[in-house]
């Protein structure tokens, strides 16, 4: 069965960095564009970033877009979420999510098929 694991995440402190990785399973990973998102208690899944399949484009919501960096490991399975000079905005659960082909990548966190359990990121002095 398909299976996204999240990891990475964690406390910072205004400015800082963390590097999201998601471990994917079950499905041809190589196939299917791919996702994060985030939620923050009370609010809905907010779309952050996506990639292609082949990772020849990537998408970014204007929110993280020039401080955060999605790439994957197609021999590996795995994607990731580099994220740079975080902000306390910033704060929330990130959770990958396979997208239903390999090159659409949708804002709309209702055209995903499978998620992860996700990763708690806190950014905090």
């Known amino acids: 069965q398909v299976q996204l694991v999240e990891s990475g995440g964690g406390l910072a402190q205004p400015g800082g960095s963390l590097r999201l990785s998601c471990a994917a399973s079950g499905f041809t990973f190589s196939s299917y564009a791919m996702s994060w998102a985030r939620q923050v208690p009370g609010k809905g899944l907010e779309w952050v970033s996506g990639?292609?399949?082949?990772?020849?484009?990537?998408y970014y919501a204007d929110s993280v877009k020039g401080r955060f960096t999605i790439s994957r490991d197609n021999a590996k399975n795995t994607l990731d979420l580099q994220m740079n000079s975080l902000k306390p905005e910033d704060t929330a659960l990130y959770l990958c999510?396979?997208?239903?082909?390999?090159?659409?990548?949708?804002?709309?966190?209702?055209?995903?098929?499978?998620w992860g359990q996700g990763t708690q990121v806190t950014v905090s002095s």
């Open positions: 990639i292609y399949s082949d990772g020849s484009e990537t």
């Open positions: 999510a396979k997208a239903l082909s390999s090159s659409w990548v949708s804002p709309s966190v209702y055209e995903y098929d499978y």
